[in-house]
């Protein structure tokens, strides 16, 4: 029997130590990969869907588990229910005022998906099941904040046919909510996913404003519009438009304010690339340069520097390894809100990246992601101290007599975090099966996990985990265990409340 498997079959019967009994999913039927995959004519934003999206919204959240557990036993689809909880979210939770906190319950749903896909066939179900009862906590703050709902589009407002993209960038442009609301109904009626996804990344990138959940909600919005199908996009982008429409008090279109220069500095810099592709050279040396920088100098330092790295032929690749290693090393230097950000913003910039036709907007996301490193180091600052601890730095601690496990490291992940990432180190440098590792992390953030951060950090980092450059992966994710939950932590309330239900 392959390691994977026996990790599966043991994380089934529930012996690994801290992983629980997990017995109870048994009523549920596995969700097989293929099941996790887009059909394009299962489900329409029509009478079809609808009744499944009000049974979420007006069930109580005591009972909402329950009665999905009972739906999911007798049939309905994973691609149904997505689809139903992601229209459940952006119907009723308002991204203000920041794009973040309850609206977690939006930008937490391709996370789950992420997490499930990854998952074993008998855990699938989880992430799903845990984001349908963190949308009623955040239904519920919403509910206390005013009862906020996505409002029907004013039709007399649509702009004209091939007129709505121009309208779009104006609206945009001028942060005009009701303008950019009628422009974006239009375009999700009319215009291609491509096309879109790369006008929305753009725009979902040009301010600081947030902690980078404008770009993640961009990032997880259109991943999410994958899996569920183009025909549920008018208010899926309908909310993310006026997510990105966030700001406080004057216009950023006719006022100088801090978080939109270093993205309008970067669009003048875009001239000065002259490179004209993307391969490039591998250089360890450029990576390790980016990453000091990114430790020690200002947002312009590190733009300026991605810039003179593409002009000297340097592959993106290696520029990217820089900012995701970077990101791990903020989080080590706080491991908190603040310093998980990076790591979950360097994601959704990645993808963006390697997403987007546009070359205007890859150019600008790279210098965007290099910038915004420098701005969350100086935010660290405000929420106390911010330690000297570097990624490149960190040792491998002494194995143990037998071969060490995934157990081994987990049993000190949330306890002493430098002990964690070093038996990490030690894990994955000894030729540890980082699968199981992986396997292991995901599986006790579904046990562990209290929050959203929980599902997105962990989505996150282990997706960039595998677009790493093999020297530096095993870092990577050795600085990911500052924020991982660990084997010994008790489980989450959620858990006993699934066991429960599904024993209905």
């Known amino acids: ?106 930008l937490v749903v391709n996370s789950a998906h992420l997490a499930s896909i990854e998952s074993p066939d008998q855990h699938r179900w989880l992430p799903i099941f845990w984001a349908l009862d963190n949308f009623k906590s955040g239904q519920a703050r ?33 942060w005009d909510e009701a303008a950019a609301d009628a422009a ?34 961009v990032a997880n919005a259109f991943r999410t519009l994958q899996v569920i199908g183009w025909h549920h996009a008018e208010p899926i982008l309908r909310s993310l438009a006026f997510a990105l429409l966030k700001h406080d008090g004057a216009n950023p279109a006719t006022n100088d304010l801090p978080p939109d220069r270093p993205g309008r500095r970067n669009l003048e810099r875009l001239a000065a690339i002259r490179s004209e ?14 990453l000091q920088t990114i430790r020690t100098g200002s947002e312009s330092d590190a733009a300026e520097q991605v810039i003179d790295l593409l002009n000297q032929g340097v592959a993106a690749s290696s520029i990217w390894d820089g900012l995701l290693l970077g990101a791990g090393e903020l989080l080590m230097r706080q491991p908190g809100i603040v310093g998980l950000h990076p790591l979950t913003t360097a994601n959704a910039m990645h993808y963006c990246f390697q997403t987007c036709g546009e070359e205007r907007t890859r150019r600008l996301l790279l210098l965007q992601c290099a910038s915004f490193l420098p701005l969350f180091r100086e935010a660290m600052k405000n929420r106390g101290e911010v330690a000297e601890t570097r990624i490149d730095l960190l040792e491998s601690s002494a194995l143990p007599r037998e071969t060490p496990t995934p157990d081994w490291v987990f049993a000190d992940v949330g306890r002493d975090r430098a002990a964690a990432a070093a038996k990490t180190l030690a894990y994955l440098n000894s030729g540890g099966n980082a699968r199981a590792l992986v396997d292991t992390a995901r599986l006790l953030v579904f046990l562990k996990g209290n929050d959203s951060h929980d599902y997105k950090f962990s989505s996150a980092v282990l997706e960039d985990y595998r677009h790493l450059s093999a020297a530096f992966r095993h870092r990577f994710l050795a600085a990911s265990t500052y924020w991982f939950r660990g084997s010994t932590a008790p489980d989450n309330a959620f858990v006993s409340r699934i066991r429960e239900a599904l024993r209905a």
């Not at 592709?277 to 980016?290: I, Q, Y």
């Open 1 to 106: 029997m392959s390691h994977r498997r026996e990790f599966l079959r043991l994380a089934v019967a529930g012996p690994l130590v801290g992983l629980g009994d997990l017995t109870f999913l048994s009523r549920l039927r596995p969700l097989r990969a293929e099941e996790t995959k887009l059909h394009p004519h299962l489900v329409r934003l029509d009478s079809g869907i609808e009744p499944l999206v009000r049974l979420i919204e007006e069930t109580p959240r005591a009972r909402l588990i329950e009665e999905m557990g009972r739906r999911v036993r007798a049939g309905l689809s994973y691609q149904v229910l997505l689809a139903a909880l992601m229209l459940a979210g952006v119907r009723n939770i308002r991204p203000r005022p920041h794009v973040g906190f309850k609206f977690h319950a939006v």
């Open 184 to 217: 974006t109904a239009a375009l999700a009626r009319t215009g291609g996913m491509n096309a879109l996804f790369d006008r929305f990344a753009y725009y979902g990138c040009r301010d600081f404003r947030d902690i980078g959940h404008k770009i993640i909600f």
């Open 277 to 290: 592709g993307w391969e490039g050279k591998s250089d360890a040396s450029a990576t390790h340069s980016l």
């Open 142 to 174: 919403n509910i206390e904040e005013g009862g906020w709902r996505l409002a029907p589009v004013d039709e007399s407002k649509l702009p004209r046919l091939g007129k709505a993209m121009a309208a779009f960038d104006h609206a945009m442009t001028s």
